[in-house]
């Protein structure tokens, strides 16, 4: 297995992405601890991966750096904390508040995790960072900051990459579209994407027959959460050890990179 002995520590663990995520590097032979703000959950993913589970916020840097101290060795580290945030309100019709709230969450979550991963990477010689955006980074989303909160993401892991580099660090973005899978996990998305829905007039139903992500994919196939979790897999393992400071693009070909 590609990632047998590796120790990985995926935050935000229980939600529909994070789960998948912790399946598929426990699949490839890493141990996994996961974290997350209720404990309930974690601990029956913990159980079915063979790892351990915690309560961590993954905004506080103190508690992500006692919990990181705790598990020793860390290999790979995933952030996979997920923001709920409006949709459907035209960018002239939002408060301050709502086109901030995303941007502050995501990037203040990703910043507390992988800088403090850095750190203790950096010590020890090396090691994956693996954040997420999504394809809102790179189109115009007329309702919300939350691609600014993406956009942000892709930044920031392009800059901390160019700084961990030499101490053998790599920093990976990964970049999904909208998985419809995770409507069904019972995550904040269901949630979010029905307001979205009923904005325009519709029902999440009706907006899910007419695809959730960018318009014009390459690809019949919807992306999966399987598929997200065998490509962060990928990324974590020393196939892809010559890849830093990158976003991987999994928009099935509706956003090609140029």
Same mark, same amino acid.
């Given at each position: 297995m590609e990632l047998n002995g590796s120790v990985a520590v995926v935050h935000g663990a229980a939600g529909a992405l994070g789960s998948a995520i912790v399946r598929a590097l426990a699949r490839d032979g890493a141990t996994v601890h996961v974290t997350g703000r209720t404990l309930a959950p974690l601990e029956v993913l913990a159980a079915e991966v063979g790892g351990t589970a915690a309560q961590v916020d993954a905004t506080d840097p103190g508690a992500v750096d006692a919990h990181l101290a705790d598990v020793g060795r860390v290999d790979i580290a995933v952030n996979a904390v997920g923001a709920d945030h409006v949709q459907g309100v035209p960018l002239r019709d939002l408060a301050v508040d709502d086109y901030l709230r995303p941007i502050v969450a995501v990037a203040t979550t990703q910043f507390v995790t992988a800088t403090t991963a850095a750190r203790h990477m950096a010590a020890a010689g090396g090691g994956v960072i693996v954040v997420l955006s999504t394809t809102a980074a790179r189109v115009g989303l007329p309702s919300?900051?939350?691609? /600014? %909160?993406? #956009?942000?993401? +892709?930044?920031?892991?392009? =800059?901390? #990459?160019?700084?961990?580099? /030499?101490?053998?660090?790599?920093?990976?973005?990964?970049? /999904?579209?909208?998985? /419809?899978?995770?409507? #069904? &996990?019972?995550? &904040?998305?269901? #949630?979010?994407?029905?307001? %979205? !829905? =009923? %904005?325009?007039?519709?029902?999440?139903? +009706?907006?899910? !027959?007419?695809?959730?992500?960018v318009p014009g994919a390459l690809l019949a196939e919807e992306l999966s959460l399987g598929a997200l979790g065998d490509v962060v897999a990928f990324l974590a393992s020393d196939r892809a050890r010559a890849m830093t400071a990158t976003v991987t693009n999994l928009s099935r070909g509706a956003l090609p990179d140029l």
């Open positions: 919300d900051g939350f691609g /600014p %909160a993406c #956009a942000a993401v +892709e930044a920031f892991a392009r =800059q901390l #990459a160019s700084e961990v580099g /030499p101490s053998g660090v790599r920093v990976v973005c990964v970049r /999904p579209d909208a998985i /419809p899978g995770s409507v #069904a &996990h019972g995550s &904040h998305a269901a #949630a979010m994407w029905s307001r %979205a !829905a =009923q %904005a325009r007039g519709s029902t999440l139903e +009706e907006a899910m !027959a007419g695809g959730l992500g």
